[in-house]
Antibody, heavy 122, light 108 residues
Framework: QVQLVESGGGVVQPGGSLRLSCAGS????????MHWVRQAPGRGLEWVAF????????FYAESVKGRFTMSRDNSKNTLYLEMNGLRVEDTAVYYC???????????????WGQGTLVTVSS | DIQMTQSPSSLSASVGDRVTITCQAS??????LSWYQQKPGKAPKLLIY???NLETGVPSRFSGSGSGTDFTFTIRSLQPEDIATYYC??????????FGGGTKVEMK
């Protein structure tokens, strides 16, 4: 079955950097677009970033544009989120999520990882 | 940006009650809306997509309806395991995706 396993979360100071990873298994990783979604403590869900199945296009929420970079290595079935210039308001659980459609993205989240916590604090 | 307004933000109901949650989009999104269930400490789970299609394996007491700007999510007969927070999400403006604020469902 589909499995998505995030890693790389932790505590970082404001202005610092962190790289999250998401390992996918149980599906043809290179055929599906992927997303990052985050949830601040006690708050709702916020879409963060999207990458096409082939890695050719990426899109970001305004709140992270210019600071976060999403990428993927289809040879390793792994998704990444490089986070720079971290702010206190970036503190959240970060989930990777799989789009439901082969190749052409639909835009909703078919399966989710368990999440990894990023805490930005001095 | 398309804004999604979800109501109520919380509700309390008894086992067997019919529960209804609404989601309103700031512009026409056709039927490009999904619903998720999130239990404390867990990842969200897809329940409904394209406004009214039930995801495989989801109990039939869950349903969705609507099109355009107004949508409804219904639990026909609330069960104890349905205690969770529910979110709507629009994907009309892919890749800019937005969620509603969530509805916390508690047991009376």
């Amino acid at each position: 079955q589909v499995q998505l396993v995030e890693s790389g979360g932790g505590v970082v100071q404001p202005g610092g950097s962190l790289r999250l990873s998401c390992a996918g298994s149980g599906f043809t990783f290179n055929s599906f677009s992927m997303h990052w979604v985050r949830q601040a403590p006690g708050r709702g869900l916020e879409w963060v970033a999207f990458i096409r199945f082939d890695g050719q296009n990426t899109f970001y929420a305004e709140s992270v544009k210019g600071r976060f970079t999403m990428s993927r290595d289809n040879s390793k079935n792994t998704l990444y989120l490089e986070m720079n210039g971290l702010r206190v308001e970036d503190t959240a659980v970060y989930y990777c999520a799989k789009d439901p459609h082969y190749y052409d993205a639909r835009g909703y989240f078919h399966q989710w990882g368990q999440g990894t916590l990023v805490t930005v604090s001095s | 940006d398309i804004q999604m307004t979800q109501s109520p933000s919380s509700l309390s109901a008894s086992v067997g009650d019919r529960v209804t949650i609404t989601c309103q989009a700031s512009q026409d999104i056709d039927n490009l809306l999904s619903w998720y269930q999130q239990k404390p400490g867990k990842a969200p789970k897809l329940l409904i997509y394209d406004a009214s299609n039930l995801e495989t394996g989801v109990p039939s007491r869950f349903s969705g309806s609507g099109s355009g700007t107004d949508f409804t999510f219904t639990i026909r007969s609330l069960q104890p395991e349905d205690i969770a927070t529910y979110y709507c999400q629009q994907y009309y403006s892919l890749p800019e995706l937005t969620f509603g604020g969530g509805t916390k469902v508690e047991m009376k």
